[in-house]
């Protein structure tokens, strides 16, 4: 299993940027896909994850700025971040957790958002 994150890069605040991840495996078969972000000197906190059933969680920062999708056909997680902030910039990491029940856990490279004028 692989996931591949993009569309990182350099965005003026306020702006928008997506992320994506795409998986080497079928969508559904992860039970939770997402995002999570690492900013340096902190400890990697949770963006936004969905379930395969379509429930989504988001980090308490996230406040309605940023969308969590799923593509079952291009076997894709896509991260669509609105209003970013300064203090957004970090690398960001896809992460799936593939099975139910029982279930193995992956990440994806991060991508680096900057978050600057």
């Known amino acids: 299993v692989q996931l591949q994150a993009s569309g990182g890069g350099l965005v003026q605040p306020g702006g928008p940027l997506r992320l994506s991840c795409a998986a080497s495996?079928?969508?559904?078969?992860?039970?939770?896909m997402g995002w999570y972000r690492q900013a340096p000197g902190k400890l990697r906190e949770l963006v936004a994850v969905?379930?395969?059933?379509?429930?989504?969680t988001h980090g308490d920062f996230v406040r309605g700025r940023f969308t969590i999708s799923r593509d079952n056909d291009k076997n894709t997680v896509d991260l669509q971040m609105n209003r970013l902030k300064p203090e957004d910039t970090a690398v960001y990491s896809c992460?799936?957790?593939?099975?139910?029940?029982?279930?193995?856990?992956?990440w994806g490279q991060g991508t680096q958002v900057t978050v600057s004028s």
């Open positions: 969905s379930t395969t059933g379509g429930t989504a």
């Open positions: 495996q079928s969508i559904p078969r992860f039970s939770v």
């Open positions: 992460y799936g957790r593939y099975g139910y029940g029982g279930y193995d856990v992956y």
